[in-house]
């Protein structure tokens, strides 16, 4: 596709559901990054796919936060029984390859909102 | 563990203004600093790179420098318009890890 593209663009749910955002990054694309952004605490990295495989997960907040790519390409962020706190704008990102010379192009987010 | 900070947190200008907005990272060890747009309810969007090799960038009326030594980094906006209005972020990456560092970003308003 032109760009990153992510679903939905907004999800209001209760605390204790489970949500799941998709990101489905650029055509050709061989890394995928998610990031969380939130009012106190900026932008932080989460999770990094190379492929199929994440080879960092160092970002993940808790085990509620699972996340998987299939077919190296649509990737699906999860969050289980959701908190509060897990209020926050969500974005991904991909580039064409997983080094750091590359420039990361990112979706609009999905915002995040648990009552 | 690389920290970015980004002054002023927000900026109002008049239209025509010439700006700085300014960067800073406590690891010089950084591979690449990257500047970012961000509009009210959109993602980000990529303005600049700069590897660690090179001094600025150039694209239309932005400038970015990057200076490791001082762990600082500018962006230079000639000639400002109300539609520069929007967040600007920096992010870093440190030695060849492609993880992003964010700044919380300057608010910027350039004002007709």
């Known amino acids: 596709g032109a760009g990153v593209s992510q679903s939905p663009s907004n999800k209001v749910t209760e605390k204790g559901k489970d949500v799941e955002l998709r990101c489905d990054p650029i055509s050709g694309h061989t890394a995928l990054y998610w990031y969380r952004q939130s009012l106190g605490q900026g932008l932080e990295f989460l999770i990094y796919?190379?492929?199929?495989?994440?080879?960092?997960k160092s970002g993940l907040p808790s085990d509620r936060f699972s996340a998987e790519r299939t077919g190296g390409s649509v990737s699906t962020l999860t969050i289980q029984r959701t908190q509060q706190e897990d209020s926050a704008v969500y974005l991904c990102?991909?580039?064409?390859?997983?080094?750091?010379?590359?420039?990361?192009?990112f979706g609009d987010g999905t915002r995040l909102s648990i009552l | 563990k690389q920290e970015v900070t980004q002054i002023p947190a927000a900026l109002s200008v008049p239209e025509g203004e010439n700006l700085v907005l300014n960067c800073s990272f406590t690891d010089s060890a950084i591979y690449n600093l990257q500047w970012f747009r961000q509009d009210p309810g959109k993602g980000l969007t990529s303005l600049l790179l700069i590897q660690s090799s090179q001094r600025e960038q150039t694209s239309g009326r932005l400038n970015a420098s990057l200076d490791k030594s001082s762990g600082r980094s500018t962006l230079y906006i000639a000639a400002s318009q109300p539609g520069d209005s929007a967040t600007y972020l920096c992010?870093?990456?440190?030695?060849?890890?492609?993880?992003?560092?964010f700044g919380k970003g300057t608010l910027l308003t350039v004002n007709p």
């Open positions: 992010a870093a990456n440190r030695g060849s890890n492609y993880k992003l560092t």
């Open positions: 796919f190379q492929g199929n495989s994440a080879p960092d």
């Open positions: 990102a991909s580039s064409l390859y997983s080094v750091a010379g590359q420039p990361q192009h």
